[in-house]
């Protein structure tokens, strides 16, 4: 009897859970009101998937010799540079989006008083996440912030967009085949109010693979997977709000 109850709360909070998402989805879809990009973030290490960082005092002396002899190859990459690239897909996208999602511009809301006034992701900041140049790690939580931006800027949406990104071996023996780039995105869009309108996490992996030897990769190929990956999901996120 406990059992039957347990399963039709779950079914009832997920039938609340995708009628929420749909009605926040057909707000979005027929106000198409602008929306500030208030937040892009990113894990800074590319671990590789399951795995922890890789130690660079632990990397054998041949390897070393190989990295040296191609700038090019490499056993660590992060995201500093990627997250720049990633809020550039992110506009380029939506402005590809014949209105669908209108993007206010970058430099009302960053340099708006309320975008300045806001709190902090604590938990993003111990993490050592990374965000572009001149993006704030602010805090979806901050109830304040949202009342503010809408009152000063006039911008009556917030959108938060959290990456996850991931390099993964797709075959191979150990850390030698073909590997590849795997990215979540969350995408959170909050009303003038702090409210939830839209969340949902889109987690996509690269079709193209690059060829790892004993753990060595092309940085350059690497990141072009990534590239390639956080469009698509970009798209992907488009094609939820039309459905």
């Known amino acids: 009897m406990k059992r039957a109850t347990v399963v039709l709360l779950i079914a009832v909070l997920g039938c609340l859970g995708t009628s929420c998402l749909t009605a926040g989805k057909e707000i979005l879809f027929s106000q198409r009101e602008t929306i500030a990009l208030v937040s892009v973030v990113s894990n800074w290490d590319i671990k590789w998937k399951g ?10 002396t041949t390897t070393r010799r190989t990295l040296r002899s191609d700038p090019d190859l490499t056993l660590i990459s992060n995201a500093e540079e990627l997250i720049n690239t990633a809020e550039e897909l992110i506009r380029d996208t939506m402005a590809d989006s014949g209105g669908l999602i209108n993007l206010a511009e970058k430099e009302t809301v960053l340099l708006s008083r309320a975008y300045q006034d806001a709190r902090l992701n604590k938990y993003q900041i111990n993490r050592e996440d990374v965000s572009p140049a001149g993006y704030r790690l602010i805090d979806y939580r901050d109830k304040n912030f949202s009342p503010a931006l809408a009152a000063e800027t006039g911008i ?46 889109f987690s996509i992996g690269s079709i193209s693979t690059i060829k790892v030897s004993d753990g060595m990769y092309s940085q350059s190929g690497l990141i072009s997977l990534f590239e390639s990956v956080i469009g698509d999901a970009c798209y992907e996120f488009l094609y939820h709000l039309e459905d």
Not at 51 to 60: D, F, G, I, Q, S
Request: glycine residues 8%.
């Open 51 to 60: 795995e922890e960082p890789t130690n660079p005092r632990l990397v054998a």
């Open 156 to 201: 009556q949406r917030s959108m938060f967009v959290e990456f996850k990104f991931t390099k993964a071996m797709y075959n191979g023996v150990g850390k030698s085949g073909n590997a590849g780039a795997d990215v979540e995105m969350k995408i959170l869009i909050l009303d003038a109010q702090g409210k939830t309108l839209y969340i949902k996490t």
